[in-house]
């Protein structure tokens, strides 16, 4: 086993139609506004940029974030990522109940020196701590949506 690669699911349950929830996940550059643990999102172009998140651990984590498939149809929204993390992570929404199902999938290796050197007994640790920044994620983005 690598215990520097992590594989994330999460799946979120929106009170808000698939179209409206993806015209809020595509503009990265406003996570910080419902996001509490995304901390700052610099975009570098149309599709690229830079982004800064922590969640309950106080060590940052900067990643460079490129769009790799955009397609509102299917509902996907797929980025790649490098710097203290390397992989991807994808959105995939679809109607459900009357509102949304949005399924988050992540999958990265660290990259980060101090992370890299705590791989093993910090396992635990960064999972409970990805785990926290979902939940904020989640709660952040049901409130956004009730104002969007």
Do not use: K
Not at 12 to 34: D, H, I, S
Not at 56 to 79: F, K, M, N, S
Not at 92 to 112: C, F, M, P, S
């Amino acid at each position: 086993m690598d215990w520097c690669r992590y594989r994330f699911r999460s799946v979120w349950q929106l009170a808000a139609p698939p179209a409206t929830v993806f015209a809020v996940l595509e503009r990265g550059e406003e996570y910080p506004r419902w996001w509490p643990q995304v901390r700052e999102v610099v975009p570098v172009d149309a599709s690229t940029g830079t982004a800064r998140f922590r969640s309950v651990l106080p060590h940052d984590l900067v990643v460079t974030v490129v769009g790799r498939r955009r397609d509102p149809e299917a509902g996907i929204l797929e980025i790649a990522m490098s710097g203290d993390l390397d992989g991807w992570a994808r959105w995939t929404l679809t109607a459900h109940g009357g509102g949304t199902r949005a399924v988050y999938e992540q999958e990265v290796e660290v990259r980060g020196r101090l992370m890299r050197a705590l791989a093993i007994p910090g396992r635990p640790v960064f999972r409970v701590n990805h785990a926290l920044m979902m939940r904020g994620g989640r709660r952040g983005l049901a409130a956004h949506l009730r104002t969007v």
